[in-house]
C-alpha cells in the first residue's frame, strides 16, 4: 500500500469514527451512577443546559455564516459544529474553573443522547435548503459512533467491574491521545484548505465559541442561577464535541471537502479558549469547586 493510500486511509471519515468511537467508549467506562441521578435530582439545571446548547450554538453559527456570507460547504460545516452535543473536554475544564462539574457532566451526558435526533434535525432545518442533507444518515453514524460505544463501556463495567476499575485509569490517557490523533488527522488533511479558507473562517470559529460561552454564562446569570452553575453553563455551551462534527463532515458531506474545516478548527481553538476561560474563572471571584449543587 502507497503513502498515499495510507494516508488516505487514515484520514477518512471511517478511521476518524473508529477513533472517536474509542473516545465515546472511555466516557461509558468514566460514567457513574451519580452522573445518571443529576437527570433527575436537578432536571430544571439539566433542562436549561441542554435547552441553551441547541438553541444558542446552531442558531449563533447559522447567523455568524449569515452575517460573513460563507459559501455552502463552510456553512454547513459551521451549522454541524453548533448542532453536535457537547464534549467530554468542558467536563475537565469546568473542574479546572471550580464549576459545577455534577451539572457539567450531566449536561454532557443528556446532550450526548439527545445527540442522535437534534444534531441531524438541526442540520436539516439550518443548511437543508442549501446543501442535500442526509438527517437518517446521521442518525445512524451518530447512534454507531457514539450511542453504541458509550453503551458497549457502560456494559463492560457493569459485567467487568474488575478488568474496568483498572482500565479506567488509562482511559483518560488513551482518549485525550485519540482526540490529538483526530485534531492532527483533520488538520493535516485539510491543512491546504484551512489556509484556503482565509482569516474569515478563523474568525467565525472564534466568534461562535467566545459567542457560546458569553450567552452560556449569560443564560445562567438572568436565571440567577449560583456562580459555580453559571461556569458550567458557559464551558458547556461553548465548547463543542467538534470531532463528532469533523467526522459527521468528513462521511456525509464529502461533496463539500471544506465542510470539515470549522471542526478541525474549533476542535484546538477551544481547547485554548477553555483554558483560558478556567484561568480567568479562578483568578477572578474564585469560588469552592462543588461536584454537586442542589440548590440555586
Known sequence: ?????????ATSGTFISVLLGVVM?????????ADFKVMFSRPRDIAVGCAAQFTVMPALAWTLARLF????ALTVGVVLVGCCPGGTAS???TYLAKGDLALSV???????????????ALTLLLAGRTVDVNAYGMFVNILWVVILPILLGLAAKRFF?????RAVRFMPTVSSVAIAVIIALVVAANAKRLWAGGVTIFVVVILHNVGGLALGYLIAAALR????KRRALCIEVGMQNSGLAASLAAVHFAAYPMAVVPGAIFSVWHNV???????LFRKTNPVKAVQTTEGN
Open 91 to 93: 467536563n475537565v475544564i
Open 225 to 228: 442561577l449560583a456562580e459555580p
Open 161 to 165: 467491574p474488575a478488568a474496568t476499575e
Open 273 to 279: 479558549s477553555g483554558a483560558f476561560v478556567a484561568r
Open 106 to 120: 450531566g449536561m454532557t451526558g443528556v446532550s450526548t443522547l439527545l445527540a442522535p435526533l437534534l444534531t441531524p
Open 1 to 9: 500500500m502507497t503513502v498515499e493510500r495510507i494516508m488516505a486511509a
Open 69 to 72: 456570507g460563507l459559501d455552502e
Open 25 to 33: 467508549f472511555g466516557m461509558g467506562l468514566a460514567t457513574r451512577l
